[in-house]
């Protein structure tokens, strides 16, 4: 049955990126009216928000958008950055709503953000101390070393989910103000905002629930054998 589930989740989430991509391509080709570039947008929500010690940067890569918090930067791939395109326009002002939250102490980025230092190093070991802990039950019963890298597991499927109300509130701000500042002219702008943000949305959902499904597969077993 895991196998089964497992398999399923590992479709779906193909075809959410395969959707997303494709999503992604297509409002990148749709010129925004406004003619205003991401860095363009991002200053412009940063300054309508009251935030001016935060800094748009660019950096390499493609969908490397992201906000940092720790130095108060919010980071564009070169194609949102430079972009004049609906896409641009929604991930500029999404990664900004992280910015609008960590200004006006969003509870739940607050929370992601005091889990990262030890999800960081929970992540990096997971993977070999479960390993290592399935061989050790299978031919001692020792099962102490599972049980800490079904903990670990525990701690990045948690954070995987407190993830999603920080992912949504953003594109939620970003909607908003991408309305209310007439950036996005045309609802058929404003609708391809929106649709490009729910499916970068997915991916988060997605992998949430493959994180959840792994979890409840290695905790089966250490719980499964002690029992």
């Not at 900004?96 to 102490?105: E, S």
Request: one cysteine or more.
């Amino acid at each position: 049955m895991y196998w089964i589930i497992f398999i399923g989740i590992m479709v779906v989430s193909w075809i959410v990126q395969f959707t997303f991509r494709n999503k992604f391509k297509k409002y990148s080709e749709m010129p925004l009216s406004s003619g205003l570039s991401g860095a363009e947008i991002a200053q412009k929500m940063l300054n309508e928000n009251g935030i001016n010690d935060v800094q748009v940067i660019s950096v390499e890569g493609q969908l490397t958008d992201h906000y940092n918090p720790a130095n108060k930067t919010v980071n564009l791939s070169p194609d949102v950055y430079h972009g004049r395109s609906v896409a641009a326009a929604a991930v500029a002002s999404h990664e900004c709503g992280h910015a609008v939250q960590h200004a006006t102490a969003y509870s739940w980025l607050q929370f992601r953000s005091a889990m990262v230092p030890i999800v960081s190093v929970a992540s990096k070991m997971t993977t070999w101390v479960l390993m290592i802990g399935v061989i050790m039950m299978a031919f001692s019963g020792n099962v102490y070393v599972l049980a800490i890298g079904v903990g670990a597991l525990f701690l990045t499927t948690l954070f995987s989910f407190i993830t999603l109300p920080v992912e949504f509130d953003a594109s939620n701000r970003a909607l908003a103000w991408l309305n209310a500042s007439n950036v996005t002219h045309s609802t058929e702008e404003h609708d391809g905002a929106k649709d490009a943000l729910k499916w970068a949305a997915m991916t988060y959902v997605v992998a949430a629930l493959s994180a959840l499904v792994t979890l409840l597969y290695y905790a089966s077993i250490l719980f499964g054998r002690r029992d």
